[in-house]
């Protein structure tokens, strides 16, 4: 872009801090002049003499007379008779068609033969798992982390004070192969600092409800998210919470069958403000950081769950 400024504007300009640089670069328009011979169907390109003139920084191989030359040698190219291609008739696969039917998938995951399996043992088991759709479509597995980064390389659970369940992986979860990344992450460790959760002394896992990224287009994944619950319900008997924390509706909808007393109804409204319990542990259920990333207005009540949470940590005599 090329503005043409008198000595009041640029005066304007340096009052305001703004630094003006008088270039004195030939405007692209000038630089390459395109002439057409009346008497020919094809143009000719001619470069310009400034282009000629110029040395400075040239492009190896590539000057205005060679770029003239191949422009000119494309119109002699003759065209080259293409043969129709046979009429194909696309067959569009549904993404969740030919897999098991997720109903039938339960008996793939028996408790008993994860229970037999080390925690290393039981990370690979999942990494290799296609029990359901979810395994099927993988880039890759979202297994957990603790929070403190001291804990971050442990080949044996540890007791933790906080389970942190978080709804299915997104796509930047999956490339990182790692549960709240990037603002995610960045929120959830404030809310965890915030409610003094933070301790290296404390340990503090945080994971998905299911350990792939539901694909885009899956219809209907609940069944799947519920045949890989067996991989969260493995984590919560090893690691042996005090209590759980569950940040998003999709995580929530997933263990409201299973918690006790059983919710009035499904929505997040129904779920937060109450101590519940699953499988026996002590769960609050609040919203998903990446919601409260879109809407900061509704972080208020998220501190209200905090609170509850830590009320629930001093009973167990944890604060």
Request: charged share 20%; glycine share 4%.
């Amino acid at each position: 872009m090329h503005l043409a400024l008198d000595a009041r504007q640029k005066a304007m300009l340096r009052e305001m801090g703004v630094k003006v640089w008088q270039t004195t670069a030939t405007p692209i328009s000038q630089a390459l002049e395109v002439s057409f011979n009346s008497s020919s169907e094809n143009p000719t390109f001619t470069p310009d003499d400034a282009w000629q003139n110029k040395t400075a920084n040239p492009v190896k191989g590539y000057s205005p007379t060679t770029l003239a030359s191949q422009a000119n040698s494309v119109n002699q190219v003759k065209p080259i008779a293409i043969s129709p291609l046979p009429h194909i008739v696309s067959q569009a696969t549904p993404l969740d068609a030919n897999l098991v039917a997720p109903e039938a998938l339960g008996a793939l995951l028996p408790t008993d033969q994860l229970d037999a399996l080390t925690w290393p043992e039981l990370i690979t088991k999942a990494n290799d798992c296609d029990s359901c759709r979810l395994g099927h479509n993988r880039q890759k597995m979202v297994w957990g982390r603790f929070a403190h980064e001291l804990h971050q390389h442990q080949n044996i659970p540890l007791k933790t004070s906080v389970l942190v369940v978080l709804d299915p992986p997104s796509a930047y979860e999956e490339d990182a192969a790692s549960p709240a990344v990037m603002q995610v992450g960045k929120l959830v460790h404030a809310m965890l600092k915030a409610a003094g959760l933070d301790s290296e002394h404390r340990p503090i896992f945080i994971s998905n409800v299911s350990k792939c990224r539901i694909p885009t287009g899956l219809r209907n994944p609940q069944p799947d998210i519920t045949i890989c619950l067996a991989y969260l319900n493995q984590q919560i008997k090893r690691l042996q919470p005090t209590t759980i924390l569950v940040l998003g509706w999709g995580a929530a909808q997933v263990l409201t069958s299973k918690m006790e007393p059983r919710p009035s109804g499904t929505a997040l409204g129904h779920l937060r403000g109450v101590v519940q319990h699953y499988l026996g542990i002590p769960t609050i259920v609040s919203f998903a950081p990446a919601y409260l990333i879109r809407n900061p207005q509704d972080k208020a009540k998220t501190w209200d769950d905090l609170c509850l949470l830590m009320q629930c940590l001093e009973d167990k005599k944890e604060i």
